[in-house]
């Protein structure tokens, strides 16, 4: 049994992982002494209806001065967020007497649009390598975890803040309570907090497994995030569904009360209920559905390398750290994986040990079949490498199942 960081409740996991590295710890050969690993668990409170990790490395072992996830690496997300900043702007009206927070701005690719547009905006973003990208964009970034405390120091130095985002970051945060107390200390009584994160809705839906690593500590639903948001004195206005990393929710809170509730958060609500999301039943059959993946993927695999033909993969994903672990494979079934991400180029992937080769050298590789681990990026990429695999190239893709094109 385990205890919901939410409210307490004791819950029980529905999947288990076994042991797993840190997603993103990207390696020379000479540096894996002592790799560290964890218990990956994923359970739902029947209570508060959060989907949870039962436990989670410090936070200081995933966000540091070598964090590999550049944000804008895809060319996609730079016009997503474009779009996003573009919309809060709307929205709350926004001028040069505002004030924008972004929480885990990364490498600046939301921040830089409101700078653009001269909205006074400031990025909180612990890990300093990519915070240190955004500043060279000219974007202030505070090098810190957000907390309560650091709210605190925000409204005193800066002022209040008409609108708080954050993307793919909420997820993130085990401490969540604290979170939401430093949003609401820090809202304007006319502001909004949006994030956005992948969607347990798509989750289950699609088996998309490989959204469970260390960093995703929570799969956030309309059901949960509105009871967490009544808790702090913060109330659910509106959903809206992204196709971003595989699926996933945009959910934008105000003081309750002070904004009209969209009937977009009555119809979700809804939705997840007859999705069956409130109850366990509906994550009953997930581990299953897993491994079922598994079997179909390791079994190609092996076909595959018994036929002599060659496989790589494309895209060293955090993702990519789950299949590659809890499937069992190796670099006699995968060769390498391609990827443009300076960083974790000319490493071997976490746990699994594949080589990480830069992206330019893919198509000299030549190989028969490709894996693609990136494949939230899929359209982007299969649009990019389209002309390369008509030359009798094969995809391998896995989530909802396994397939060849
Ligand atoms: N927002 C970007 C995006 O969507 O591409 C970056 C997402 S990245 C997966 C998560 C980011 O959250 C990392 O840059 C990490 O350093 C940051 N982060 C983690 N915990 C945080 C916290 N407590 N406060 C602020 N940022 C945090
Ligand atoms: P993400 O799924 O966590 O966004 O990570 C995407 C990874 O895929 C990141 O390491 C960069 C890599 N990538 C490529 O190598 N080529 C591409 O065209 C895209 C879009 C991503």
């Known amino acids: 049994m385990n205890k ?16 797993m590295p840190i997603a993103n710890a990207f390696a020379k050969k000479e540096d894996l002494v002592d790799e560290y690993k964890f218990p990956m668990k994923m359970g739902f409170c029947k209570s508060c209806k959060m989907v949870q990790l039962a436990e989670q490395p410090e936070r200081e072992r995933m966000f540091h001065e070598n964090y590999a996830f550049f944000s804008s690496t895809s060319n996609y997300m730079k016009e997503h967020f474009k779009k996003f900043a573009n919309s809060v702007c709307e929205l709350q009206e926004l001028n040069e007497r505002s004030f924008v927070l972004e929480i885990g701005s990364n490498d600046g690719i939301m921040m830089q649009n409101f700078v653009n547009r001269n909205i006074p905006c400031l990025g909180i973003e612990p890990s300093k390598n990519v915070a240190k990208v955004a500043r060279e964009k000219g974007i202030e970034v505070l090098t810190e975890f957000f907390d309560l405390k650091l709210a605190e120091n925000i409204i005193t130095k800066y002022q209040k803040a008409d609108a708080i985002l954050s993307a793919n970051v909420m997820c993130h945060i085990p401490y969540m309570h604290s979170i939401y107390d430093g949003v609401k200390a820090l809202l304007k009584d006319n502001g909004v907090f949006i994030f956005e994160d992948p969607y347990l809705g798509e989750v289950i839906e699609k088996t ?10 929570f799969l956030f639903s309309a059901l ?17 569904f992204q196709i971003t990393h595989g699926g996933s929710m945009r959910y934008t809170l105000a003081h309750k009360g002070a904004k009209k509730v969209s009937n977009n958060v009555i119809t979700r609500i809804k939705n997840e209920m007859e999705l069956g999301l409130h109850t366990p ?5 997930f581990s299953d559905n897993v491994d079922k993946i598994r079997d179909d993927l390791i079994s190609l695999l092996i076909e595959l390398k018994n036929k002599g033909k ?12 789950t299949v590659a672990n809890y499937f069992g494979i190796t670099p006699d079934l995968v060769e390498c994986i391609y990827d443009t991400t300076p960083i974790k180029q000319n490493k071997l992937s976490p746990g699994a040990h594949i080589p990480v080769l830069p992206y330019d050298q893919f198509r000299q590789s030549d190989p028969d079949y490709v894996l693609l681990f990136a494949w939230n990026h899929a359209t982007e990429i299969m649009k990019k490498e389209k002309e390369y695999m008509a030359n009798n190239k094969h995809w391998i893709t896995y989530i909802p199942k396994v397939e060849v094109s």
């Not at 919901?4 to 042991?19: N, T």
């Not at 967490?228 to 206005?237: K, T």
């Open 310 to 321: 060659r496989v790589v993969a494309y895209g060293a994903t955090s993702k990519s750290t």
């Open 4 to 19: 919901c960081l939410i409210c307490e409740a004791e819950y029980q996991s529905f999947v288990d992982f076994g042991e």
């Open 281 to 285: 039943e509906a994550y009953s059959n």
């Open 208 to 217: 998309s497994f490989d959204q469970i690593y260390d960093e995703h500590v």
């Open 224 to 240: 949960s995030v509105s009871h967490l948001a009544s808790m702090h004195g913060l109330e659910l206005i509106d959903t809206e």
